[in-house]
């Protein structure tokens, strides 16, 4: 399975636009990229998941070049509801859930 | 916008008692999993479950672990003799299909466990 990286930790303003990168160099051809949200205390949340190029919804978007070796989450306009771990995903629907890694997240703080 | 629901949010017990945890996931979702996070730590996938059977577990999911589907709405996890480090926040999830492809999973908002 595909081993991501993701920044520990980013900081960012309030209006802001965030991109977090994360980077799966070993992605299979059938694996797809999934980006999850968490709040402390608080299930993750799904946000957006995408196979290549760009996919957009109302939260993010989701940028995957074509090598698929990396993705970045884009958060528009960020606020200070924004501040929370930003876990990426990379898996085959075939893949079992066990063997679906969650990392450590990259912890977005948003500041005033 | 539909919720998978957790009871109770927060459960203390002493080491050595049996507790069960609930939940009611979506109604239409044919798939439910637990998983648990220790404070501070990764998300871990205990167990998935689809037609009334287990269909996936993890190492973490030994004999002291079992899941019930009771009725048609509600889903438990059992823990028959909790240990200290079972203290986690256990979250049940569901989702519409199996495969990852579609949209992921709803999470709820976890019920956390604290072993005395």
């Known amino acids: 399975l595909a081993k991501t990286t993701q920044p520990i930790s980013m900081d960012s303003y309030e209006g802001q636009e965030v991109n977090i990168t994360c980077s799966h160099n070993n992605i299979a051809t059938n694996d797809y990229i999934t980006w999850y949200q968490q709040f402390p205390s608080q299930g993750p949340r799904f946000i957006i998941q995408g196979y290549k190029t760009k996919v957009t919804n109302e939260v993010a978007s989701l940028f995957i070049p074509a090598d698929r070796k990396s993705s970045t989450l884009s958060l528009p306009r960020v606020s200070l509801s924004d501040t929370a771990v930003y876990y990426c995903?990379?898996?085959?629907?075939?893949?079992?859930?066990?063997?679906?890694?969650w990392g450590a997240g990259t912890k977005l703080i948003i500041k005033p | 916008e539909p919720e998978v629901t957790q009871t109770p949010s927060h459960q203390v017990t002493q080491m050595g008692q049996e507790v069960i945890l609930r939940c009611v996931p979506i109604s239409n979702h044919l798939y439910f999993y637990w998983y648990r996070q220790i404070l501070g730590q990764k998300v871990e996938f205990l167990v998935s479950?689809?037609?009334?059977?287990?269909?996936?577990k993890s190492e973490i999911f030994d004999d002291q672990f079992s899941v019930e589907r009771p009725d048609g709405s509600n889903f438990t996890l059992k823990i028959r003799s909790t240990k200290l480090e079972d203290s986690a926040m256990y979250f049940c999830?569901?989702?519409?299909?199996?495969?990852?492809?579609?949209?992921?999973?709803?999470f709820g908002s976890g019920t956390r466990l604290t072993v005395v």
């Open positions: 479950f689809y037609n009334n059977e287990i269909s996936e």
């Open positions: 995903l990379v898996g085959d629907e075939g893949d079992s859930n066990y063997q679906l890694i």
């Open positions: 999830a569901s989702s519409e299909s199996g495969v990852r492809g579609n949209y992921g999973y709803t």
